[in-house]
């Protein structure tokens, strides 16, 4: 396998920093066209989702992203097997073709990188991941699996997706969820959780019309059915703060109640793909961020095609957030700390050979030093 580029740590701090830095800017702006429905104090605010990028969230939430690609054929390399002069690889987010090398350079995906602070949720829909950190670990995952990493006190990992099919398309589809961590357990121990697809619930609800909505419980629970345990460390860890994460398929004229919640839970509904959904009677279209300012239950009614939400719910954490490339702390002082740690340390040792390994032609889902 051709190894992708190695830079120094002092230039990749540099380049990283400029990167996140203007990527994660984008999370704050306000949207225009903002409308807000609803008879008592504003009870739905609902905005226009960018079609690439990320996607605005509250409290604890710190970032989500949607990434769906459709690569081509892999070469013997299990990169993309086409011509890619065209792309500022390093730094491609064209979607050129359908697809992005993203900063790949033989292969699709985001080569080391670190960070402090908070945690990623990974969940993959279609396609592999290939996770290798600082720590020595490693993992395949993907195809209805979903990964719990918890940076903490700081990590090195990189998220590659390898092609393995030489004879026809490679499609990947998967969220990228940020979560805050608490001040306390900003500074814990790294370590990562493997949510497998056969552990993740699918709970499905029918209408009175005997239509089909499926909830997939990530974070939190449904009805009787809990999802994975969190890491100890999380926000999510605790049940009291309330934390859910559902993908929510509604099939086409089903409807579905949302239930009730807790006086100062938050919750926000991405409406990322299908058609047209309602949402106690106001028509909303795809691509659509509905923030429900109430704790009461919602009816949302599936109006044409097969309709998929993601919901992203907890209680806030309310503390200060002091966001800086790929670390999230509570002051500025913490976020120069930790570029300092992380050019004195490098949040461990870098065993891999390149800078964005993959772990082989073989479909072999598996992971090492799983906690």
Known sequence: MNHLKIISRAKFVKKITYLF??????????????????E??????????????????????LFCVHHKDNYPQANNHMGPDYDLSERNIGNDFSNLNGWSMYHGD??????????RGFETITIVDKGLIDHSD?????????DGDVQWLTAGD?????????????????????????INLK????????????FWEKEIPKVIKYDSNKLKTEIQVIAGSFEKSNAPTPPQNSWAFDVKNHVNIWKIKMSDKAKFILPSVENGVVRTLYFYSGGEISINKQKIDKMSMIQINSFDSVEISSLNDENNILLLQAKQIKEPVVKY????????KEIQEAFDDYNETGF?????????????KKYKKFAIGNN
């Open 21 to 38: 830095f203007g990527f994660l800017g984008i999370i704050s702006y306000s949207f225009a066209n903002t409308i807000f429905f609803g």
């Open 40 to 61: 008592k104090k504003k009870m739905l605010t609902i905005s226009k989702l960018p079609i690439t990028g990320p996607w605005p969230t509250d409290d604890p939430f």
């Open 106 to 115: 033989k292969i699709p995906g985001f080569p080391r990188h670190p960070h």
């Open 134 to 142: 600082s720590l020595g670990f490693s993992a395949r995952y993907g």
């Open 154 to 178: 700081g990590i090195q990992h990189s998220e590659m997706f390898p092609l393995l099919n030489e004879k026809d398309k490679n499609p990947i589809d998967f969220f990228q969820i940020w």
């Open 183 to 194: 001040s306390t357990n900003k500074r814990v121990a790294p370590n990562f959780s493997m």
């Open 325 to 332: 490339g790929p670390f999230v702390m509570n002051s500025r």
């Open 348 to 360: 461990g040792k870098w065993r891999w050979a390149d800078a964005g390994p993959v772990h082989g």
